[in-house]
């Protein structure tokens, strides 16, 4: 892990993992608030970059509690993943650890779990 990102590989494309990730945020009634197509923008201005792509999502029941604890998490909250393709084909999943959110805002650990679902969601997703 470094400066706080969590990463693994899977071998689906960026475009499937997003069909992926937003059906697993529907099943467990978390809201996706966006989807930003940061390679669709750079193509835009004559750019070109590896299919990426931002999802912001969350559960206003899980972080709220945090934002309230530390108003501070606000900076990175909602909870978001990084998906952007390889050269070698595999889609790279990242995402901010929760463990190094609490850290860094110096929320009370008991309110780590509400974040840690953002784990489980990319380890799902990427099988």
Known sequence: ???GIRSLTSRHSVDELVKLFTT?????NIKLFAIVDHSG????????MPNTKLLIFGNPKAGTPVMLSAPSTALDL???????QEADGTTLVSWNDATWLQQRHDFSPELIPNLAAVEALARK???
């Open 1 to 3: 892990m470094k400066n």
């Open 24 to 28: 697993l945020l529907a099943e467990k």
């Open 41 to 48: 923008e750079a193509s835009l201005v004559g750019l070109l």
């Open 78 to 84: 909602p909870l978001k993943i990084l998906l952007t």
């Open 125 to 127: 997703a990427a099988e």
